[in-house]
Each structure stands twice: as C-alpha cells, then as structure tokens.
C-alpha cells in the first residue's frame, strides 16, 4: 500500500480553525472579508472557514466559489476541461478576498484564480488560505495561512477527501509509482 | 474533442450534450463586470462570410472576443472575391497567413467541407446554401433544454419552408439525435420528400399538430431562395401556415415559440406571438453568443 495517511478528520477540524483565528488576527476581525473556494474541492473548506470565523467573532462571513478552468495556463497543451460555476456570495470592491485551496503546489492554480478575481472587481487585497502546503512552486506565490507544511517529492500525490465530497476528512500522500502498480 | 464543425450530424448525443454544458459555464461570462476571460488568448479566428448576415456573424465576433482570440472579419463583399478570387485561392491565403480556426458561410452546400481539405485550421460551418448550419441547432437545443429542463422524450413541430432550410435540416437531425419527437409541417411545395429519411414525421395540418406539441419551431420563408413560385400569396401562406394569436391558443400553456431569426412578421409569425411571453426568440440569440464560445473551447484547445 502505498497511501499514507498525513492528516486525521481531528487534525483537519482543528486545522481549520487555527487558520480561523489567523485569518481574524491579520485582518482585525472579518468584516471586510469574502471568502472563495477554489473549485472543487476548495470550495467545501471556504465554507468550513466560514462557519468557523462566524463561530468565533459571531458575524456571518460571505463564502462563494470560483472556477478558474477559463483562467489556466495549460489549456493549448492539454485542451479543454469541464467547467464549474463561479459564484461571488458579494460585491468584491473594496474587500478582502481570502483565496481558499485544498493544496498549494505550483502556484499555477492561484495565480489562474487571481486573474479571475481582478476580472471581477477590485479587492483592496487577495490573501491565501491552503490546508496542505506541499512545496514544488513554480511561480512565485505564498500562502497567507497553512494548515500543514508537508514536505513531498514530485512522484507522490497528495489527496484531500473532504466529508461533502468524499464521506470522509483526511489527508493522505500517495507514492504515484507504487500506487499505480499492479 | 470536436476536429470541424460542418454538420450536427458530426456530433455525437454525447459530445451535444457537452457543447451544451459547457455553454451554461459561459453564460455566466456575459454577467460579469468584464465580459472576457483569456482563454483563447493568441488564437487567429478569420470570419469568412460569402452571405450576408447579421446574428450569426456578430454572434461568432462577440463569441471569439469574449474568448480572447484575435478577429479577422472578411466578407466576400470589398474583397478579392469582387476581383474573381475563388474559394480555395481565399483558403491557401488564410492558410499562409496563419489562421487557427475559420468560421464560414457560404451559398454553396459543401463549401465548409471543400475548405478542410485545403487549411489546417479548424472549420465551423456558419451555414452553407440548404445544407447545415449546426451552431444554430445547437443554440435552439440549449434554449429549450434550459426553458423546459430536458430534450429527450419532448415532441416538437417544425413549420414552414423546410425545403430551403439549412436551420431545418440541423435542428430537425439535432432534436432527434437528442430524442425529442419531431414532426414537419408545411405546404408540399415546402417540405421535401427526403424528410422522412431524417428521422421525423410529416404532416400537412398545423392546427391539428399544435395541441400536441413542447416546442413549435417556426422557419423563414427565404423568398430570396425561392426562384419559383412555391405558394400563391404571403397573405395565403399566412393564413394557412402563419401562426398568430388564434394558433398560439392551441398551443399547452407550458410550449415554448423558436424562431431562427430573421423574421418576417406577419408571414411566418405575427407580431403579437413574436412578442408573446412563451416566444424565446430573444433568448435564442443571447444563448447563441454562449454555445458558440462553447463550440470553439471545445474545439481549439490542445495541440494545434
């Protein structure tokens, strides 16, 4: 077997709302904020973000979607993808919109998903919240909060399973080349 | 992954059903502060119009534009054509020059066809003479998919002048494939006799079809096609063929009135059932912007 698991449904959960208070201490508290799940799988954690600011500070955060397939920088080489709705829960001028992502790895995606956001409006600044920092980037992007840094090689796959998507919280790495092994 | 488009029949239920999805995606593109994404950033688009037209042509230059991709609008008017250049001399230019996909209509049946052989750019049939024009096709199926949520198992009347209907063939091949009922409607002088081969039914009375229909699609009369005389007077076509108020009443409430475009009110459709709240005339060409971005996403990713 070559699926490891990283990060437990408990550790996801408290993850979660560490980056919460980090978010609130950066920002002074979350009245300015939008949150945007990156499609597909950021978009569960951004409304989980969500929960958790409203929880602490007791004021509802505004979590919507983004898609950034229009947006990728790959589509003359691998073609086209399906795509996904984007939805913003509010007006973006003037906002703090916090990018939500399951993994940071390249940077390709969030540099795709900045774009995006400028096309939409005029935030006074884009801020970054991924729960699994995985290294490897290509562009020169940072996350503004990390759930883990988690060291990996190029040749391993890191796999977020979310409860809404996946009935099941966990973080696992995979070995590409043993996993795909019969 | 669509190579050309030159006729709805090159698409499988599968791949319609694709187009037609990923049309819903950029719709939402018409909604934003900038009605633009970058996809098609550095692709060439040449507009290569033989006929006149204006909703398909401005629907393809808003539907590139909004992709990104650089424009190149040509009609055969104030061209080489006026000098005698021929087709297949117009495609080797293009050719040279570096076009990545072209979009043409033409009189002449086959024409998309003919200029695949000659480019290696991607070929979209934008209508060519009686033949096929499948982006409309494809237009109406989003508009009713998204008017009555579904196709299959839905039943639908094709009236009037099929016989020089490049709309009628695509729409009526595309509504089967997609497993809506189909039936034509119109004088025997209009409707040809190969219809039957297309998959749908035929009939000459429209007041006895209209209670019996989802979607009733209207053609145009093309009096510029008609070399002949087809029917004796456009006060007679209306009258036995022309739907106004009266046939909009046999309609069910929930049907839906399609009309290609452009219209000739008071022949085909009156004003009053133009503008009735059950007519997606408008609609059609909102969505048409959509489906065309859809049509060339699909086709102009990957390796050229």
């Not at chain 1, 503004?144 to 399973?161: A, E, S, W």
């Not at chain 2, 669509?2 to 694709?18: A, M, R």
């Not at chain 2, 000098?83 to 040279?96: F, M």
């Not at chain 2, 008609?226 to 046939?247: C, I, K, N, T």
Request: hydrophobic share 40%.
């Amino acid at each position: 077997m070559g699926e490891r698991q990283v990060l437990a449904a408990t550790d996801v959960t408290r993850a979660l709302k560490r980056m919460a208070h980090e978010v609130l201490e950066r920002n002074k508290g979350c009245d300015d904020l939008v949150l945007m799940g990156i499609r597909s799988r950021g978009v569960p954690l951004a409304d989980r973000l969500a929960a958790n600011l409203e929880a602490i500070e007791g004021t509802a955060v505004p979590a919507g979607s983004l898609d950034v397939t229009l947006y990728r920088d790959d589509y003359a080489q691998t073609g086209p993808r399906p795509l996904g709705q984007t939805s913003f829960p509010a007006d973006i001028d003037g906002k703090v919109v916090v990018l939500v992502d399951d993994v940071l790895y390249t940077g390709r995606t969030i540099r795709a998903a900045m774009d995006a956001v400028m096309d939409y409006g005029r935030p006074t600044a884009i801020q970054l919240a991924v729960l699994v920092d995985r290294g490897h980037r290509e562009l020169p992007i940072r996350a503004d909060y990390v759930g883990k840094n988690l060291p990996t090689h190029t040749d391993q796959d890191v796999r977020v399973h979310l409860v809404e998507t996946d009935d099941v919280d966990e973080v696992t790495v995979v070995d590409r080349q043993r996993a795909d092994a019969p | 992954m669509i190579t050309h488009l030159l006729s709805i029949d090159d698409l499988t239920p599968e791949q319609i059903t694709e187009v037609l999805d990923t049309a819903a995606g950029f719709k939402d593109v018409a909604l934003r502060p900038i009605k633009k994404v970058p996809t098609l950033r550095g692709r060439t688009i040449c507009n290569l119009f033989y006929e006149d037209s204006t909703r398909t042509r401005i629907s393809f230059e808003i539907a590139e534009k909004r992709l990104s991709a650089d424009v190149i609008n040509f009609s055969a008017k104030g061209s080489s054509v006026s000098k005698g250049e021929s087709l297949k001399d117009t495609a080797l230019t293009l050719q040279a020059m570096g076009v990545d996909a072209i979009v043409i209509r033409h009189s002449a049946s086959g024409a998309p066809q003919q200029l695949t052989g000659w480019v290696d750019a991607k070929v979209l049939n934008a209508g060519d003479g009686w033949h096929q024009h499948p982006t409309q096709a494809l237009l109406d199926l989003y508009t009713i998919r998204e008017r009555l949520g579904r196709l299959e198992g839905l039943r639908a009347a094709v009236v009037g002048d099929v016989v020089h209907s490049r709309v009628a063939r695509s729409v009526v091949r595309g509504l089967v494939a997609m497993g809506v009922e189909v039936t034509v409607v119109g004088p025997p002088t209009l409707v040809p006799t190969s219809v039957e081969t297309w998959g749908a039914t035929v009939t000459h009375d429209l007041d006895e079809t209209l209670p019996k229909i989802d979607v009733l699609y209207l053609l145009r009369v093309q009096s510029e096609r008609m070399h002949r005389q087809f029917f004796p007077s456009e006060r007679e076509y209306a009258r036995l063929w022309g739907v106004g108020r009266d046939r909009l009443d046999k309609l069910p409430d929930d049907a839906i009135v399609l009309h290609p475009g452009p219209m000739n009110r008071g022949v085909e459709i009156t004003a009053d059932v133009a503008d009735a709240p059950n007519a997606v005339i408008a609609e059609q060409v909102t969505n048409g912007i959509a489906v065309r971005m859809s049509c060339l996403y699909l086709m102009l990713g990957g390796e050229a």
